[in-house]
């Protein structure tokens, strides 16, 4: 099947004569009368004839017609509709996050993405990184927003923020934010940690590991929301993104403990499958949020 020749019998008699629809394939007439005469010894048949005033179909034309008319409809219309997507006037966007990351860092630019762009929806599913990395590797996201680092071959990463984990607690223990506190002397009072299969807890396990300090915590929480609650019920001293609890530092209802032995920052950022595109409007998404720099692990 030659596509081009059925393109200069559709629009011929779409325009009803040659010479427009040489016009609108940008060929010359000539070239259009040689594809629809190529097109009629390939089906052994003549699909129209001249007139006065242009072309009119034969029986045999106003069949093929038909059905060239709505296949060409049809690729118009996906045509049309990819360029809606580029131009951002539709289509989606799948995200993995967790839902701490969402509330305190994701929102808003969400909200000015999709008043800039109102015809994009936008789904969000908050696992934990493991669960974002599983869903990543089976198509169902386009990009997962995770805490760094993170090791895997088959993903990229891009660093949108950096973040500063922190001991904060209730009035229980306030008196330790006084001074600086020698990390044994923090985690000998009871100790609130997220739960093992999140990447912050990896993170803060191995801060605990390079110091020789081995933590039995009292709680593990799966959100930073109840490590804070939990806190300022003096139920111990918390391990939490200081990046996310500012107001409540300001605002004195939780007290931050500086170990002597310092808390290395780490970021929060991008990660999407390698040799996969992004999408027009993932693309933008990712764009407006305040990256940092390129990370290669």
Request: aromatic share 8%; glycine share 0%.
């Given at each position: 099947m030659n596509l081009e020749q059925y393109r200069a019998f559709f629009y011929t008699v779409k325009f009803g004569n040659i010479s427009k629809a040489s016009e609108q394939l940008y060929i010359t007439q000539p070239a259009v009368s040689r594809s629809i005469q190529q097109l009629e010894d390939s089906l052994k048949c003549t699909l129209f004839f001249r007139t006065s005033k242009g072309v009119k179909l034969t029986p045999e034309g106003e069949i093929l017609y038909k059905y060239i008319e709505q296949a060409f409809n049809f690729i118009e219309a996906g045509e049309n509709r990819i360029r809606d997507i580029n131009n951002l006037l539709t289509g989606e966007v799948r995200i993995g996050v967790s839902d701490t990351i969402c509330k305190y860092y994701l929102i808003p630019y969400l909200k000015l993405f999709k008043t800039l762009h109102p015809g994009i929806k936008i789904h969000v599913i908050c696992p934990t990184t493991p669960g974002i990395i599983a869903l990543l590797k089976t198509g169902k996201i386009d990009f997962g927003i995770i805490n760094l680092p993170y090791r895997d071959d088959q993903l990229n990463f891009q660093n949108i923020i950096r973040v500063q984990d922190c001991f904060v607690a209730g009035e229980k223990y306030a008196y330790?934010?006084?001074?600086?506190?020698?990390?044994?002397?923090?985690?000998?009072?009871?100790?609130?940690?997220?739960?093992?299969?999140?990447?912050?807890?990896?993170?803060?396990?191995?801060?605990?590991?390079?110091?020789?300090?081995?933590?039995?915590?009292?709680?593990?929480?799966?959100?930073?929301?109840?490590l804070m609650q939990f806190a300022k019920y003096d139920f111990g001293i918390a391990c939490v993104i200081r990046n996310f609890i500012e107001d409540e530092l300001e605002n004195r209802r939780l007290y931050e403990i500086k170990p002597v032995e310092r808390i290395p920052s780490r970021h929060i950022g991008v990660t999407w499958l390698k040799n996969v595109p992004l999408s027009s409007a993932a693309k933008v998404l990712i764009s407006n949020l305040d990256y940092l720099e390129t990370s290669e692990f």
């Open positions: 330790l934010s006084k001074q600086m506190q020698p990390l044994r002397e923090i985690v000998s009072h009871p100790l609130l940690l997220l739960e093992k299969n999140s990447n912050s807890r990896l993170f803060i396990d191995d801060y605990f590991k390079s110091n020789s300090v081995t933590v039995e915590p009292d709680f593990e929480l799966d959100n930073i929301d109840l």
